[in-house]
């Protein structure tokens, strides 16, 4: 259930049923089962034999491939939807300068379609799903086909242009960025089941479930043993191989652990903070060895070999780096 005005988006691996779930809110695809309701109105029941055919469900639909016309002018390209639903053409040409100008590409409408740049045709399309007032803006990861810097410039586009529209927007997705800074809610899947569905932050900090943990960012897991845990599901673990390092968490399963368990315990790199190890290992932290630095602009990204431990990826800032083969403490 969407409601109105949300960007509501599916995100989950290739092949999990993203885009064959949005053909069949489009109307390209027929479901085996089950019914779909714009507002009141049934789209699809086929337990009824209800199927309104696409052209008449009222949706935007802004395709990977962007399907831009070659052979039309931004102009007419933006106008296709307008004509095939016979309006004039005085308010065609007010409709379709309008949303031009809303997306960027006032003074085009003369250029031929094939003359564009990827982020041009992309916004075409877009103009294109909009001029009629859909009901739903349908997006099949609309921003793949974008360098990085031009695919970060369009999500913060479409972010304010959904917010001057107060649009429903259903957005198909495998990238975690993406989802994350757009959505208002996310749903994951995989191999067509929904695991999760909640507010970005809420699925980043509380997952479900393993894969949805996985899923959507990093994740390092350290394992020791269970110390204490209480009905709730709140969990301490003590770290093997750090003689004062306990972490408390909580835990997916109520009833799967007894005190002196063995467990893994799983939090964001960015939740982990990287000291030099000089002297003797503090409260609260696990030694390591940093076998590789890398230098990704915003920060610093290390791989540490952990005493009793696997290697693990953590974040660390980049004004005071540490070296490679350097003692260090999480």
């Known amino acids: 259930s969407v409601p109105e005005g949300e960007v509501f988006t599916m995100l989950g691996p290739s092949g999990c049923g993203k885009t064959t779930t949005l053909r069949m809110v489009a109307g390209l695809e027929s479901p085996d089962a089950g019914s779909i309701h714009f507002r009141d109105e049934t789209i699809v029941d086929i337990g009824r034999g209800v199927w309104v055919p696409p052209n008449k469900r009222n949706v935007g639909m802004v395709f990977q491939s962007y399907a831009i016309w070659p052979h039309m002018t931004v102009e007419e390209n933006v106008n296709y939807p307008l004509k095939l639903r016979g309006v004039s053409k005085n308010e065609s040409k007010d409709r379709v300068g309008g949303i031009l100008e809303l997306v960027g590409l006032g003074g085009l409408e003369k250029r031929q379609a094939p003359l564009l740049s990827g982020g041009q045709q992309q916004r075409v399309a877009l103009a294109r799903a909009l001029v009629y007032e859909p009901s739903v803006l349908l997006l099949d990861e609309p921003f793949s086909n974008l360098d990085t810097k031009l695919r970060e410039q369009m999500r913060m586009e479409v972010k304010l242009l959904q917010n001057r529209l107060k649009i429903t927007i259903?957005?198909?997705?495998?990238?975690?960025?993406?989802?994350?800074?757009?959505?208002?809610?996310?749903?994951?899947?995989?191999?067509?089941?929904?695991?999760?569905?909640?507010?970005?932050?809420?699925?980043?900090?509380?997952?479900?479930?393993?894969?949805?943990?996985?899923?959507?960012?990093?994740?390092?897991?350290?394992?020791?043993?269970?110390?204490?845990?209480?009905?709730?599901?709140?969990?301490?673990?003590?770290?093997?191989?750090?003689?004062?390092?306990?972490?408390?968490?909580?835990?997916?399963?109520?009833?799967?652990?007894?005190?002196?368990?063995?467990?893994?315990?799983?939090m964001r790199p960015?939740?982990?903070?990287?000291?030099?190890?000089?002297?003797?290992?503090?409260?609260?932290?696990?030694?390591?060895?940093?076998?590789?630095?890398?230098?990704?602009?915003?920060?610093?990204?290390?791989?540490?070999?952990?005493?009793?431990?696997?290697?693990?990826?953590?974040?660390?800032?980049?004004?005071?780096?540490?070296?490679?083969?350097?003692?260090?403490?999480?």
Do not use: W
């Open 170 to 266: 259903v957005f198909v997705t495998h990238d975690q960025v993406e989802a994350l800074s757009l959505s208002d809610r996310i749903m994951v899947m995989n191999l067509g089941v929904p695991q999760q569905v909640g507010g970005p932050k809420d699925l980043y900090e509380d997952p479900a479930n393993p894969f949805v943990r996985d899923f959507l960012g990093k994740t390092v897991l350290l394992h020791g043993s269970v110390q204490t845990m209480n009905q709730s599901g709140q969990i301490a673990v003590a770290l093997d191989g750090a003689a004062d390092c306990v972490l408390f968490g909580r835990t997916y399963s109520t009833d799967g652990f007894n005190v002196g368990d063995a467990a893994y315990m799983a």
């Open 270 to 330: 960015e939740d982990v903070e990287v000291l030099p190890g000089k002297g003797k290992v503090p409260k609260g932290a696990i030694e390591g060895e940093v076998e590789a630095a890398l230098f990704v602009g915003e920060r610093m990204e290390y791989r540490i070999k952990v005493n009793e431990q696997n290697s693990v990826l953590v974040y660390g800032e980049r004004h005071q780096p540490v070296k490679e083969n350097d003692k260090v403490f999480l």
